[in-house]
T-cell receptor, first 112, second 118 residues
Framework: NAGVTQTPKFRILKIGQSMTLQCTQD?????MYWYRQDPGMGLKLIYY???????DKGEVPNGYNVSRSTTEDFPLRLELAAPSQTSVYFC???????????FGPGTRLTVT | AQKVTQAQTEISVVEKEDVTLDCVYE???????LFWYKQPPSGELVFLIR??????QNEISGRYSWNFQKSTSSFNFTITASQVVDSAVYFC???????????????FGGGTRVLVKP
């Protein structure tokens, strides 16, 4: 199992550009999440999904969109990048009823 | 709402010293999980432990030990005989686990940076 994979690993965006962060898991987990980690801070939840076709907002959803068309994939879309979105983005997954959350390696995004 | 507080932002020790990281949490749920993750300088999140709210037994894994006290809502982590490789940021996290806890989302503390000097 590859676990949770994320692409790209690094990206630099200009203000106003758009991009999609990709996330895939091969563990057949129902639950998937997107977190962001600002420098020197803990992780904050952006969006989450409890299954294909179901998504919901987390603590900091503004400026982002998600979709969950399959169990495996949970892409995060940034429509109009702003400097405040400079952060490290972690995708994660978890099986329903199981305690442990598995994290991807992260995507480091800089918006200038 | 859930909240996790790690009051220590940074701890510096000399190798072989013991170091204890504090974690205090708040939740209205009676069923929950507590976690510790390690984030080394390379940036990935490394799972260390998960503790169910019904299990208050302390746990030891090598040089790592955890003290869960429900009465004080604390889940502290001790590294015994610290090594340079223990230098990292450590996060405590909470996940509600009850039937109504949609998505079992994790709430993280702000993290504690541990610097172990040789």
């Amino acid at each position: 199992n590859a676990g949770v994979t994320q692409t790209p690993k690094f990206r630099i965006l200009k203000i106003g550009q758009s991009m999609t962060l990709q996330c895939t898991q091969d563990m057949n987990h129902n639950y998937m999440y997107w977190y962001r980690q600002d420098p020197g801070m803990g992780l904050k939840l952006i969006y989450y999904s409890v299954g294909a076709g179901i998504t919901d907002k987390g603590e900091v959803p503004n400026g982002y969109n998600v979709s969950r068309s399959t169990t495996e994939d949970f892409p995060l879309r940034l429509e109009l990048a702003a400097p405040s979105q400079t952060s490290v983005y972690f995708c994660a997954s978890r099986a329903e009823g199981q305690g442990r959350t598995y994290f991807g390696p992260g995507t480091r995004l800089t918006v200038t | 709402a859930q909240k996790v507080t790690q009051a220590q932002t940074e701890i510096s020790v000399v190798e072989k010293e013991d170091v204890t990281l504090d974690c205090v949490y708040e939740t209205r749920d009676t069923t929950y999980y507590l976690f510790w993750y390690k984030q080394p300088p390379s940036g990935e999140l490394v799972f260390l432990i998960r503790r169910n709210s019904f299990d208050e037994q302390n746990e030891i894994s090598g040089r790592y030990s955890w003290n869960f006290q429900k009465s004080t809502s604390s889940f502290n982590f001790t590294i015994t005989a610290s090594q340079v490789v223990d230098s990292a940021v450590y996060f405590c996290a909470l996940s509600e686990a009850g039937i109504k806890a949609a998505g079992n989302k994790l709430t993280f503390g702000g993290g504690t940076r541990v610097l172990v000097k040789p």
